[in-house]
């Protein structure tokens, strides 16, 4: 059913060639280090767990269409005061793959909203793990912070002041732009 092992390690494969023959349903649950989230300062905390299917669109020229769900805890830190955050995710998901031979090889080619929303894969078929990887980072908050109302670092100390309060003077911010409020407005 299209996966393999090497080094202990699972790779979900959905191969091309079995799609022709029959939809691809998978119900996998991946450990922490089984997809790479290293480069991403992210931390998988629980079991990525995935369900769904995986099938050629018929009509097309090797267009895989893949959808399903997935859950997952991740920890990453917060944007504001560097501690480490929780965040669960849950959501679901239909893309859609062309060969990457498709694409038109040296020259520009202008493309719909609808094309922006598709994905290309080389050689036989996609890998889960890949497809999982950019779904869970894409669900994750732009802004990854621990709560609404966390008031960060101090910049001068250092000091976590959600924790405690620094009596770090901070300069005023107005006078910062004082300069350009002169140039700004008529003399």
Partial sequence: MGGFRTASVYYMFLSVKEMEVRK???????RAGQID???????????LRAAGEAALVPHTAGEVR???????????????CLERTR?????GFDLYYRPAETIAR???????????EIGFYT??????????????????????ICREDCKGICPA????????????????AAGRWEALQKLKSPQ
Avoid at 37 to 47: C, I, P, R, V, Y
Avoid at 71 to 79: G, I, L, P, T
Avoid at 159 to 169: E, H, I, P, S, V
């Fill in 37 to 47: 989230f290293a480069g991403d300062e992210l931390e998988q905390d629980s079991l």
């Fill in 106 to 116: 040296e020259e520009e080619v202008g493309i719909d909203e609808a094309e922006s």
């Fill in 157 to 172: 100390c250092g000091q976590n002041r959600n924790q405690a309060a620094c009596n770090c003077k901070m300069e005023d």
């Fill in 87 to 91: 965040y669960p995710l849950e959501a």
């Fill in 66 to 80: 893949v959808q399903g769900r997935f859950s997952v805890e991740m920890v990453a830190a917060c944007d504001r």
């Fill in 123 to 144: 050689g036989e078929g996609i890998e889960l793990e890949d497809v999982l990887r950019e779904q869970v980072l894409l669900a994750l908050p732009m802004q990854r």
């Fill in 24 to 30: 691809i349903r998978f119900d996998e649950a991946f």
